[in-house]
Protein backbone atom coordinates (compact mmCIF):
# COMPACT_ATOMS: atom_id res chain seq x y z
CA UNK A 1 0.00 0.00 0.00
CA UNK A 2 0.59 3.61 -0.44
CA UNK A 3 3.79 4.64 2.39
CA UNK A 4 4.62 8.09 3.73
CA UNK A 5 8.02 8.30 5.38
CA UNK A 6 9.24 11.36 7.41
CA UNK A 7 12.16 12.10 9.18
CA UNK A 8 13.99 12.85 11.16
CA UNK A 9 12.15 10.90 13.78
CA UNK A 10 13.48 12.69 16.43
CA UNK A 11 15.69 16.04 16.65
CA UNK A 12 17.02 18.18 19.35
CA UNK A 13 17.99 22.14 18.48
CA UNK A 14 19.22 24.86 20.16
CA UNK A 15 16.97 27.83 20.56
CA UNK A 16 17.13 30.05 17.45
CA UNK A 17 18.25 27.73 15.41
CA UNK A 18 16.50 26.42 12.32
CA UNK A 19 15.30 22.52 11.96
CA UNK A 20 13.91 20.74 8.90
CA UNK A 21 11.40 18.09 8.95
CA UNK A 22 11.22 15.35 5.53
CA UNK A 23 7.89 14.42 3.88
CA UNK A 24 8.14 11.80 1.11
CA UNK A 25 5.36 9.82 -0.36
CA UNK A 26 7.27 6.93 -1.79
CA UNK A 27 5.20 5.01 -3.71
CA UNK A 28 2.98 7.59 -5.11
CA UNK A 29 3.14 10.91 -6.36
CA UNK A 30 1.35 13.31 -4.03
CA UNK A 31 0.78 17.23 -5.29
CA UNK A 32 -0.70 18.48 -1.62
CA UNK A 33 0.73 17.28 1.51
CA UNK A 34 -0.69 18.07 4.86
CA UNK A 35 1.15 19.54 7.93
CA UNK A 36 0.17 18.72 11.40
CA UNK A 37 1.07 19.56 15.26
CA UNK A 38 0.03 17.00 18.02
CA UNK A 39 0.33 18.56 21.66
CA UNK A 40 0.44 15.83 24.31
CA UNK A 41 -2.61 13.84 24.76
CA UNK A 42 -4.59 16.06 22.47
CA UNK A 43 -5.66 15.56 19.05
CA UNK A 44 -4.01 16.74 15.34
CA UNK A 45 -3.85 20.22 14.76
CA UNK A 46 -3.98 20.93 11.16
CA UNK A 47 -0.70 23.25 10.64
CA UNK A 48 -1.03 23.59 6.73
CA UNK A 49 -1.52 22.46 3.03
CA UNK A 50 1.61 21.82 1.12
CA UNK A 51 0.44 22.29 -2.63
CA UNK A 52 3.57 21.06 -5.26
CA UNK A 53 4.85 23.70 -6.90
CA UNK A 54 3.02 26.59 -5.51
CA UNK A 55 2.32 28.49 -1.65
CA UNK A 56 1.23 26.47 1.34
CA UNK A 57 -1.99 27.25 2.34
CA UNK A 58 -1.51 27.67 6.33
CA UNK A 59 -4.20 27.53 8.98
CA UNK A 60 -5.59 30.32 10.81
CA UNK A 61 -3.44 31.34 13.55
CA UNK A 62 -0.10 29.48 12.15
CA UNK A 63 2.73 31.75 11.51
CA UNK A 64 3.60 31.22 8.05
CA UNK A 65 6.86 32.45 8.43
CA UNK A 66 8.08 30.75 11.23
CA UNK A 67 6.72 27.29 9.68
CA UNK A 68 8.12 27.13 6.32
CA UNK A 69 6.73 24.97 4.12
CA UNK A 70 8.19 23.58 0.54
CA UNK A 71 6.56 20.96 -1.78
CA UNK A 72 9.18 21.17 -4.34
CA UNK A 73 8.45 17.77 -6.21
CA UNK A 74 5.42 15.24 -5.95
CA UNK A 75 6.91 12.91 -3.42
CA UNK A 76 8.38 15.74 -1.20
CA UNK A 77 7.13 18.05 1.35
CA UNK A 78 9.83 19.66 4.02
CA UNK A 79 8.64 22.05 6.97
CA UNK A 80 11.33 23.82 8.01
CA UNK A 81 11.12 25.45 11.70
CA UNK A 82 12.91 28.49 11.51
CA UNK A 83 14.20 30.52 14.84
CA UNK A 84 13.05 27.80 17.20
CA UNK A 85 11.71 28.17 20.55
CA UNK A 86 11.33 26.01 23.37
CA UNK A 87 7.50 26.29 22.78
CA UNK A 88 7.76 25.06 19.65
CA UNK A 89 8.67 22.22 20.96
CA UNK A 90 6.53 19.27 19.74
CA UNK A 91 5.13 16.39 18.06
CA UNK A 92 5.03 17.19 13.95
CA UNK A 93 3.20 14.94 11.62
CA UNK A 94 2.90 15.00 7.93
CA UNK A 95 0.44 13.18 5.65
CA UNK A 96 -0.77 12.97 1.72
CA UNK A 97 -3.33 11.46 -0.10
CA UNK A 98 -4.02 8.54 -2.05
CA UNK A 99 -4.14 8.66 -6.11
CA UNK A 100 -7.68 7.32 -5.46
CA UNK A 101 -8.80 10.65 -3.24
CA UNK A 102 -10.06 8.65 -0.34
CA UNK A 103 -7.75 7.47 1.97
CA UNK A 104 -4.97 9.44 3.64
CA UNK A 105 -1.69 8.10 4.50
CA UNK A 106 0.79 9.09 7.61
CA UNK A 107 4.32 9.64 8.13
CA UNK A 108 5.67 8.13 11.27
CA UNK A 109 5.84 11.79 13.01
CA UNK A 110 8.78 13.81 13.74
CA UNK A 111 9.25 14.86 17.70
CA UNK A 112 11.06 18.30 18.01
CA UNK A 113 12.64 19.18 20.96
CA UNK A 114 14.27 22.84 21.12
CA UNK A 115 16.27 23.33 23.95
CA UNK B 1 -17.76 23.71 8.94
CA UNK B 2 -17.37 20.04 9.58
CA UNK B 3 -16.84 19.34 13.32
CA UNK B 4 -16.38 15.26 14.50
CA UNK B 5 -17.42 14.88 18.67
CA UNK B 6 -15.93 11.48 19.94
CA UNK B 7 -17.37 11.99 23.68
CA UNK B 8 -15.52 8.89 25.32
CA UNK B 9 -12.14 10.73 26.62
CA UNK B 10 -11.04 7.28 28.23
CA UNK B 11 -12.07 3.76 28.41
CA UNK B 12 -10.80 0.52 29.62
CA UNK B 13 -12.21 -2.90 28.93
CA UNK B 14 -10.65 -6.82 29.58
CA UNK B 15 -9.29 -8.77 27.27
CA UNK B 16 -11.09 -10.64 24.48
CA UNK B 17 -14.54 -8.41 25.17
CA UNK B 18 -15.92 -6.30 22.33
CA UNK B 19 -15.99 -2.51 23.00
CA UNK B 20 -17.43 0.11 20.87
CA UNK B 21 -15.96 4.10 20.82
CA UNK B 22 -18.93 6.28 19.66
CA UNK B 23 -18.31 9.39 17.56
CA UNK B 24 -20.78 11.70 15.49
CA UNK B 25 -19.66 14.72 13.15
CA UNK B 26 -22.02 17.35 11.53
CA UNK B 27 -21.66 17.93 8.14
CA UNK B 28 -24.25 19.47 5.30
CA UNK B 29 -22.37 17.74 2.95
CA UNK B 30 -24.12 14.42 1.37
CA UNK B 31 -21.03 12.41 0.13
CA UNK B 32 -18.13 12.40 2.33
CA UNK B 33 -15.69 9.68 3.92
CA UNK B 34 -15.64 8.62 7.52
CA UNK B 35 -12.13 6.89 9.15
CA UNK B 36 -11.08 5.31 12.24
CA UNK B 37 -7.27 6.14 13.23
CA UNK B 38 -5.30 4.45 15.70
CA UNK B 39 -2.36 5.89 17.60
CA UNK B 40 -0.43 3.31 19.48
CA UNK B 41 2.26 4.49 21.56
CA UNK B 42 4.41 5.02 18.96
CA UNK B 43 2.48 7.70 17.82
CA UNK B 44 2.01 6.18 14.00
CA UNK B 45 -1.25 7.04 12.91
CA UNK B 46 -2.49 3.85 11.41
CA UNK B 47 -6.07 3.54 9.39
CA UNK B 48 -7.98 0.98 10.74
CA UNK B 49 -10.97 1.29 8.42
CA UNK B 50 -12.62 3.80 6.08
CA UNK B 51 -16.72 4.27 5.19
CA UNK B 52 -17.79 6.41 1.88
CA UNK B 53 -20.91 7.89 2.96
CA UNK B 54 -22.99 6.86 -0.26
CA UNK B 55 -22.47 3.15 0.87
CA UNK B 56 -25.30 1.97 3.46
CA UNK B 57 -23.37 -1.37 3.77
CA UNK B 58 -21.32 -0.93 7.04
CA UNK B 59 -17.42 -1.52 6.50
CA UNK B 60 -15.56 -4.34 8.55
CA UNK B 61 -11.78 -5.23 8.50
CA UNK B 62 -11.40 -8.09 10.10
CA UNK B 63 -11.80 -7.63 14.35
CA UNK B 64 -12.91 -4.19 13.59
CA UNK B 65 -16.50 -3.43 12.53
CA UNK B 66 -18.44 0.06 12.42
CA UNK B 67 -21.86 1.30 12.42
CA UNK B 68 -22.61 4.28 10.01
CA UNK B 69 -25.84 5.56 10.72
CA UNK B 70 -25.92 8.51 8.23
CA UNK B 71 -29.01 10.18 9.09
CA UNK B 72 -28.22 10.42 13.00
CA UNK B 73 -24.34 11.21 11.84
CA UNK B 74 -22.92 8.27 13.85
CA UNK B 75 -20.29 6.40 13.20
CA UNK B 76 -19.20 3.52 16.04
CA UNK B 77 -16.09 1.36 15.98
CA UNK B 78 -16.54 -1.72 17.33
CA UNK B 79 -13.86 -3.74 18.33
CA UNK B 80 -14.40 -7.13 18.70
CA UNK B 81 -12.36 -9.93 20.84
CA UNK B 82 -10.21 -6.99 21.58
CA UNK B 83 -6.76 -8.01 22.17
CA UNK B 84 -3.57 -6.08 24.28
CA UNK B 85 -2.30 -4.86 20.72
CA UNK B 86 -5.50 -2.83 20.53
CA UNK B 87 -4.49 -0.19 23.08
CA UNK B 88 -3.96 3.21 21.60
CA UNK B 89 -5.69 6.23 21.05
CA UNK B 90 -8.40 6.33 18.30
CA UNK B 91 -9.60 9.07 16.38
CA UNK B 92 -12.63 9.17 14.19
CA UNK B 93 -12.20 11.43 11.11
CA UNK B 94 -14.16 13.07 8.60
CA UNK B 95 -13.29 14.01 5.06
CA UNK B 96 -14.83 15.76 2.08
CA UNK B 97 -13.95 14.09 -1.06
CA UNK B 98 -12.31 16.41 -3.79
CA UNK B 99 -9.55 17.25 -6.05
CA UNK B 100 -5.98 16.81 -3.99
CA UNK B 101 -5.62 20.12 -1.74
CA UNK B 102 -9.23 19.33 -0.77
CA UNK B 103 -8.84 16.48 1.38
CA UNK B 104 -8.34 18.15 5.60
CA UNK B 105 -9.18 15.41 7.56
CA UNK B 106 -11.43 16.70 10.64
CA UNK B 107 -10.37 15.10 13.92
CA UNK B 108 -12.55 14.06 16.91
CA UNK B 109 -10.89 14.95 20.51
CA UNK B 110 -9.84 11.08 20.92
CA UNK B 111 -11.27 8.23 23.13
CA UNK B 112 -8.03 6.69 24.64
CA UNK B 113 -8.35 3.07 25.24
CA UNK B 114 -6.98 0.02 27.24
CA UNK B 115 -7.16 -3.38 27.18
CA UNK B 116 -6.32 -5.07 30.41
CA UNK B 117 -4.87 -8.33 30.27
Known amino acids: GAVVSQHPSRVICKSGTSVKIECRSLDFQATTMFWYRQFPKQSLMLMATSNEGSKATYEQGVEKDKFLINHASLTLSTLTVTSAHPEDSSFYIC???????????FGEGSWLTVV | AQTVTQSQPEMSVQEAETVTLSCTYD???????LFWYKQPPSRQMILVIR??????QNATENRFSVNFQKAAKSFSLKISDSQLGDTAMYFC??????????????FGQGTRLTINP
Open chain 2, 51 to 56: QEAYKQ
Open chain 2, 27 to 33: TSESNYY
Open chain 2, 93 to 106: AFMKPGSQGAQKLV
Open chain 1, 95 to 105: SACSLAGNTIY
